[in-house]
């Protein structure tokens, strides 16, 4: 899964520098995208983000992406990680994103959109073999 900080207007510059070189090989079709803004002033980075990670044809989970006030806080990584509403909040999306990571069957040969999570026709494959899709 893919998980994106967003920090300030220079890092959307190289992020979408970097998309940009991706686009053509289609790695962001259908993928599964967390992105995690570490300012509430910076909206318009998270909006202009979400806008090229879906012109890009991948499936931003939203229940697993946050904003956080770290950078107006000041915080290092290790006041991040002594900040209890922080850390609570970022270790409880990460699980998040965890949990729906382990049901997106991500297989070369597949193409999954999300929110079905499992294509119908990966799930009749799966349960014709005996086996049950998440």
Known sequence: MYEIIMRHISALTV??????????????VNK????WNASPRA???DAALREIITMMSADII???SITLAIVGARL????IVAHTAIAADLRRRWRQSGRIWRRVR???ALTIKLP????????AQQ???????A
């Open 15 to 28: 992020m979408k520098n970097a998309l940009d070189w991706m686009v053509s090989c289609e790695v962001f």
């Open 32 to 35: 599964p995208v967390v992105i």
């Open 43 to 45: 909206s318009h980075t």
């Open 62 to 64: 939203s229940q697993a």
């Open 76 to 79: 290092d990584e290790d006041g």
């Open 106 to 108: 991500l297989n070369s």
């Open 116 to 123: 079905g999570l499992v294509p119908a026709s990966y799930a």
């Open 127 to 133: 349960k014709k073999a005996g086996r049950h899709s």
